[in-house]
């Protein structure tokens, strides 16, 4: 993530978000590994599919400016600038993970990059990152919120709640929906009614539909709008298309009741978003398959060094249990 | 007798009570095809319909309410909230309308539903997954509450639940969906506020809800090698409450523990204590101890999750000082 407000029009802007893109895809194939070894205690969600929404938006922040982020959260927490060593310990629940192992995959937070933190409750952030943006424009900061959730958030009541705050208040805050096609076991058809876009719209708010495999698309119209959030014109609106590769938590194996083996197959091979952009970096010549291999193998040396690291690390003492229920407080039952 | 697991016996007692009452039906977020993320309504809506198993978006208030609605007008909803954590989401629905229609229209009308849905921890699940908001229900007056410890139980309360005229809340221990235990093939019904004494003994009375009941039950087994003879009841609903089975118990054995997963403090191991105090003190030769889990949101972390809930061996360890006489003063 860069520190300035910019456009990612130079080489070396659409090589990092190359290469966040890859981060999050392996991060990710080394989280459902540790699942399927039973080294990761209980369930997560994988973000595979989706990295060009995650990097072309908080490539275009700054890294004061805040997202909220969901259940599926760790493509947002790696794009806004999270390490790996920190966030696999999270995972295992050790106590160098971002929240002392305390908070686990669905909780995970980085606050010194401006992530507010996953959330478990669908539609759960959607105020956080409104208030977000209150702070922004009380406190006269530049700052933006982005709120990440994904199409089945958009039957959250609190979601028209709080549109309707921002849009009344000029907040600087973008809706960021994830339309993934599915919430849970079942279609966005079956539990959106007319257009979700529309309903951003009815507040008066602009809102836009953007490939979300396409990461330059993701990132252009994020930066533009990013930009005239800071200057007062917010609140935006995004709905992003894009897809889940895996079920929807690593133990959703067997899923053909829901969806076809056809259409993963036809987004895998056509619309996946690193390959789409691997593709146009070689034929633009702004990379060799070569380059972009060795970034590719020190990636994936870099997860690998960090799994271990985190297998190897120790749990929280047992004295932390009652610790942090009030802040101030050392031992809130003490 | 054949057993079958929790799951099991929650899907036979919503077919049963679906093919008795065409009024009933089920309203919840991937209850049709995915049978709940649990697969615990399998197959229901191959025999029921999409009309009467109906998946909603991830609505909360708006489909409680509308059950309540429903409720009112003369159908008998049966609603399943995902995690029991969600009900944080439905308060105003449930507490604020189903639970005061009677009482509000001086009894002219009812909101016959029920509301199914979990509690429980060490699931790793995080901190907006693993809680047990019971009590949270059960202070709210006009709502019914059952807590099954076992298949037995998850299947006679949840029919009585859906043929009672009142909203009714049911918790069932995500722990345990896989649970087994005999079910009888023939049909029953598990009246509400009646507690099932589970064994007898003379020493201590250690009252558990839910899976505590096996805590209490293993608890009970350890202090048996000590010779000390416990004696575990099975309040099955805590509203209403058999007060009368608890109290009757602790005159006889002098001593009880309380053993719920809500939170330690404002919880129902509270409530009952203070009923036993004020109904059985002069029986008492110990003060009633009440385990909750930890006052602290669920942490993930498995080495800190784990401490946070009661276990066997602290239920013992509490019964052996209380039998001792080493805590008339309670720290
Ligand atoms: C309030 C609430 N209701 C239900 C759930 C259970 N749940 C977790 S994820 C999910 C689906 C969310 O779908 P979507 O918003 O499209 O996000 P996706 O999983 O596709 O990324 C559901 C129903 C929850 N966590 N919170
Ligand atoms: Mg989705």
Same mark, same amino acid.
């Given at each position: 993530m860069s520190t300035e407000t910019k456009t990612a029009s130079n080489t070396e802007d659409y090589l990092r978000m190359y290469r966040q893109m890859v981060r999050i895809r392996t991060f990710e194939d080394n989280a459902n590994q540790l699942y399927l070894s039973a080294k990761m205690p209980g369930l997560t969600h994988m973000y595979s599919g989706q990295e060009a929404v995650a990097v072309g938006i908080c490539e275009a922040l700054k890294v004061s400016d805040k997202i909220t982020s969901t259940h599926r959260g760790h493509g947002h927490c790696v794009a806004k600038g999270a390490n790996f060593k920190e966030m696999f310990c999270e995972l295992l629940g050790k106590e160098e993970g971002y929240c002392r192992g305390k908070g686990g995959s669905m909780h995970i937070a980085d606050q010194s990059n401006g992530n507010l933190g996953a959330n478990a409750i669908v539609g759960g952030s959607m105020g956080i990152a409104t208030g977000s943006a209150f702070t922004a424009k009380m406190l006269g900061k530049d700052d933006v919120t982005v709120c990440f959730f994904g199409d089945g958030a958009t039957a959250q009541g609190i979601m028209y709640e709080v549109m309707n705050m921002a849009a009344l208040w000029n907040l600087p805050v973008i809706y960021a929906c994830e339309n993934n096609g599915y919430s849970e076991y079942t279609k966005t058809e079956e539990i959106a009614a007319g257009s979700i876009t529309a309903r951003a719209e009815a507040f008066g708010i602009e809102a836009f539909q953007v490939d979300g495999q396409d990461v330059l698309a993701v990132n252009t119209l994020a930066t533009d709008l990013a930009a005239r959030a800071r200057k007062g014109e917010g609140p935006f609106f995004i709905e992003l298309m894009t897809y889940r590769y895996h079920g929807h938590h690593v133990g959703d194996i067997n899923r053909e009741y829901y969806r076809t083996k056809d259409e993963e197959k036809d987004w895998k091979e056509n619309r996946d978003p690193i390959i789409r952009f691997r593709t146009h970096l070689v034929v633009e010549g702004l990379a060799t398959e070569e380059e972009l291999d060795a970034f590719n193998a020190e990636i994936a040396s870099d997860a690998e060094a960090a799994v271990a690291y985190a297998l190897d690390a120790k749990y929280p003492d047992v004295s932390e249990v009652d610790m942090h229920v009030f802040t101030d407080i050392k031992h809130a039952l003490a | 007798m054949r057993e079958i697991t929790l799951s099991q016996a929650v899907n036979e007692a919503l077919a049963e009570e679906m093919r008795r009452d065409p009024t009933t039906f089920i309203i919840g977020e991937d209850v049709a095809e995915a049978g709940t993320p649990f697969k615990i309504l399998s197959g229901l809506v191959e025999e029921f319909g999409t009309k009467r198993v109906v998946d909603t978006p991830i609505s909360e208030p708006g489909f409680v309410g509308l059950a309540v609605g429903a409720a009112m007008t003369g159908t008998r909803p049966i609603v &399943?909230?995902? /995690?029991? &954590? /969600?009900?944080f989401l439905i308060m105003d629905q449930l507490c604020n309308q189903a639970a005061k229609t009677h009482y509000m229209s001086g009894g002219k009308m009812t909101a016959p539903m029920v509301l199914r849905t979990n509690l429980g921890a060490t699931r790793r699940s995080g901190a907006q997954h693993s809680q047990s908001l019971h009590a949270l229900v059960a202070h709210i007056p006009g709502l019914k509450v059952a807590m099954p410890s076992s298949a037995y139980e998850a299947k006679g309360l949840l029919k009585t639940a859906i043929r009672d005229n009142n909203p009714v809340v049911i918790f069932e221990d995500k722990l345990m969906y896989q649970d087994k235990a005999g079910v009888p093939e023939k049909e029953y019904l598990i009246p509400f506020g009646i507690a099932n004494v589970k064994r007898t003994g003379s020493d201590i009375t250690l009252i558990g809800t839910s899976s505590m009941v096996q805590v209490a039950e293993a608890a009970a087994d350890i202090l048996a090698l000590e010779g000390i003879s416990a004696e575990v009841i099975d309040p099955r609903t805590i509203v209403p409450l058999d007060e009368g089975t608890l109290i009757k118990s602790v005159k006889k054995t002098s001593r009880a523990i309380i053993i719920d997963e809500g939170h330690q403090s404002y919880g129902i191991t509270g409530e009952i204590a203070s009923r036993l105090n004020e109904k059985a003190f002069y029986y008492l030769d110990a003060p009633v101890l009440r385990m909750g889990a930890m006052d602290v949101p669920i942490p993930f972390s498995p080495a800190l999750e784990d401490i946070t809930v009661p276990t066997p061996e602290r239920v013992a360890a509490n019964a052996r000082k209380l039998c001792a006489g080493e805590m008339i003063h309670a720290t």
């Open positions: - | &399943d909230l995902m /995690f029991g &954590d /969600f009900i």
